[in-house]
């Protein structure tokens, strides 16, 4: 026991002091955070000055009310808009200098209404600048309210009774669980797919690492020695503890940033008026639950492969053979948010080697039935235990095979070989 | 009681026989040298005592005991593919892999010291495998197979890959081991280098042993007499001589191993007449033409069996 330990550290130390682990470690948090944060941050304090625009009205009596609605549009606490009065003059000459004073930079844009502004219901928007999208909702909100306004009183209604008895409705999402209600806005989907992903990129990248580890010990030669000191299934259970350590410590660093960000992420979002759900106890235990599953599962298929290949070229067909499950489950990942109680989610989520990602997508978005949980949590343990020994007999025949890349059928006789 | 026992272990893969009901008795102490041309089953028959495949069927014990892992502690193992982790120092390696034969970190470390001075490796313990020089590794990897203290060494071509200074230095720590009363077991086909430290020695050829052991007794019972000779002149006839077994021709010198009823002063006026004759000597038969003849003779039974 005391050997798989000094295996273990080994390959543990190994790992964590490579450069690749500290700059995935540190680096990647870090990029997770610009994506998020910045935006924010950009939305936060990107006030900028107010857009400078004229109004020119082929109506003639509509500028005042647009330029009023128009100055009332806040960005924050900030007026968005500063009306710049247009000049006096036959209407297509002022259109002119003010264009010409918009390319000079003089001026940001001109909203323009033509003349059958009221009937067709249309008004152009002029600028430099026109995929401000914010800018450009702003300004058609204003003159639309103005335009809508003009005709219910011109056909002989309150436009502020008729505006508020036909007010939108504002549907809540409560998302229910056994640990209580919790108002959603949606943002479960967003958190159920970046965990997914987290786990996805993790078990990849590690059962990719374990592979090499043992094609290193392969083609240095130096498996032998070990081997003559530390039997295969304990050499291999070593190494999988050791670099599943070094993965789960990442994963940790990982979630601690994620939910860092996440926490000032609410905080700046609470602004907005969006919030964000909180991780639970049970999505993060099961998080970092399903990912030791899934990585204990797909590293023994890695392990395997590393062991019966001479180089990462040879090992390639047989990883996309492997990866084949893990990228099917991001193909249903869509499926699975959509109706995660249905018969397809709960069969595949049963399935060990869907069960890391599925599953676990299944607790996020609702809560599974707990038999269900502890079924998938056997089975997929049973199918680790039933693999440990398969992959550790190839283990056995293969660190000591060099030269052809073995069959599957010949694969097949390693596992009868004592 | 015995360092290493064999009895009747064989091992085939698919199909061909790489080690055939093999019996072996390599006593504690002294220096066994285990001899065989390429593919005769050494490399095998090592690492079925090193458990690293087991043997189909037979009996491997090691210090009297039925060979487990507790058994195989006791034994260090130089390998004939050599290897280290590329990736790891000098020292961290050397400390693992005594760490994983059981000794603790302490001891280990402790020991290693001495151990890479003694093998001029001292300024290059923080250095990484790849940044080390092939003799280095080799060094780097015997003092592996020593540092758990082990009472028994397996050697597996111990001298390849080293320079003349380097092949000194580990010529003498191994007779110094020996001296301390560490048992020896040295694979190889370096008839000059078995010949100069074994004492005791088994030929494997094709997985069955056809010579063992004490050096001494072997040379003894080889029978036939050794001749060497130098001369002017075309030499060609000597292999079709009467009682002449087999000619090895070493440039300066050609070595005649003799049919044992055969005298050597019975050639010499057969050569004399035709050649320009320096030297006609009567030596002792080198570890050398001991394996030649033995495997010649073997491989030239078989093909006879086999008409």
């Known amino acids: ?418 | 009681m015995s360092a290493i026992r064999l009895q009747g272990v064989t091992k085939a893969y698919d199909g061909h026989v790489a080690v055939k009901d093999l019996e072996l008795d390599i006593p504690l102490g002294g220096v066994f040298g285990l001899l065989g041309p390429n593919g005769a089953g050494k490399t095998t028959t090592l690492r079925m005592v090193m458990d690293i495949i087991a043997p189909d069927s037979g009996r491997i014990e090691i210090l009297g005991r039925a060979a487990d892992g507790a058994a195989r502690d006791a034994i260090g193992y130089m390998p004939e593919e050599r290897g280290l982790y590329p990736k790891m120092t000098l020292d961290e390696q050397l400390l693992f892999l005594a760490e994983i034969k059981g000794v603790s970190r302490r001891d280990a470390l402790a020991r290693l010291a001495p151990w890479l001075e003694r093998m001029g490796l001292a300024e290059w313990a923080k250095r990484k495998t790849n940044e080390l020089s092939k003799g280095m590794q080799q060094k780097a990897q015997f003092i592996a197979a020593v540092l758990h203290e082990p009472q028994v060494l397996i050697l597996d071509e111990p001298m390849s890959g080293l320079d003349p200074l380097g092949a000194d230095l580990m010529r003498e720590t191994l007779l110094d081991l020996s001296r301390q009363g560490k048992t020896l077991i040295v694979s190889s086909h370096q008839m000059e280098t078995v010949e100069r430290i074994c004492d005791r020695v088994a030929l494997i050829e094709r997985g069955e042993k056809v010579l063992d052991g004490a050096l001494s007794d072997i040379k003894a019972g080889h029978g036939g007499k050794t001749v060497a000779l130098a001369y002017e002149g075309d030499g060609t006839f000597l292999s079709q001589l009467p009682g002449v077994r087999s000619v090895r021709d070493f440039g300066r010198y050609v070595e005649l191993s003799l049919a044992p009823d055969t005298m050597p002063h019975g050639l010499l006026p057969l050569i004399i007449d035709r050649v320009n004759l320096t030297r006609f000597e009567v030596v002792e038969p080198t570890l050398h033409a001991i394996f030649v003849d033995t495997v010649a003779a073997r491989r030239a039974s078989a093909q006879g069996g086999r008409v």
């Open chain 1, 1 to 418: 026991m005391r050997r798989i330990w000094t295996v273990a550290r080994r390959e543990y130390l190994e790992r964590v002091r490579s450069k690749a682990f500290i700059i995935g470690t540190v680096l990647a948090p870090v990029i997770m955070a610009a994506f998020m944060v910045v935006p924010m941050l950009m939305m936060q304090h990107q006030h900028g000055k107010a857009l400078r625009i004229s109004v020119v009205d082929a109506t003639g009596h509509l500028r005042g009310a647009v330029e009023k609605a128009l100055e009332g549009q806040k960005d924050g606490e900030r007026s968005r808009f500063e009306i710049v009065p247009a000049p006096g003059g036959p209407l297509d000459s002022v259109l002119d200098r003010l264009r010409d004073r918009v390319v000079a930079e003089d001026l940001d844009g001109v909203v323009v209404l033509p003349a059958d502004a009221l009937e067709a219901s249309r008004a152009e928007y002029q600028a430099r600048n026109v995929a401000g999208f914010v800018d450009v909702l702003a300004i058609r909100s204003a003159v639309e309210g103005v335009v809508v306004k003009q005709r219910l009183a011109s056909a002989g209604f309150d436009a502020d009774r008729v505006s508020n008895l036909t007010r939108g409705l504002d549907l809540a999402t409560i998302r229910l669980t056994a640990s209580g209600a919790r108002e959603d806005h949606g943002a479960t989907v967003i958190l159920a797919v970046i965990l997914m992903m987290l786990i996805y990129t993790s078990v990849l990248m590690w059962g990719t690492v374990v592979m090499n580890g043992v094609i290193e010990e392969k083609t240095s030669r130096v498996v032998e020695l070990v081997a003559s000191s530390v039997s295969p299934a304990r050499l291999l259970a070593g190494k999988l503890l050791g670099i599943g350590g070094a993965g789960l410590t990442q994963f940790l660093v990982w979630m601690a940033c994620l939910l860092a960000i996440g926490a000032y992420g609410s905080a700046a979002m609470g602004m907005a008026g969006v919030s964000l759900p909180e991780v639970g106890f049970e999505v993060g235990a099961s998080f970092v639950v399903f990912f030791l599953l899934g990585f204990f599962l797909y590293a023994l298929l890695f392990a395997a492969i590393g062991s019966a290949v001479n180089s990462t070229q040879e090992a390639q067909p047989l990883t996309i053979l492997v990866m084949t499950p893990l990228i099917a489950s991001m193909i249903f990942m869509m499926a699975v948010i959509q109706r995660p109680d249905s018969g397809l989610s709960v069969t595949l989520s049963l399935i060990p080697f869907f069960t890391p990602l599925i599953m676990f997508l299944r607790i996020v978005t609702l809560t599974p039935p707990l038999w269900q949980v502890l079924l998938s949590v056997i089975l997929t343990l049973a199918t680790i235990l039933a693999l440990t020994w398969v992959t550790g007999r190839i283990y056995r025949v293969g660190i000591l095979m060099y030269g052809k890349k073995p069959t599957f059928p010949e694969l097949l006789r390693w596992t009868r070989q004592s």
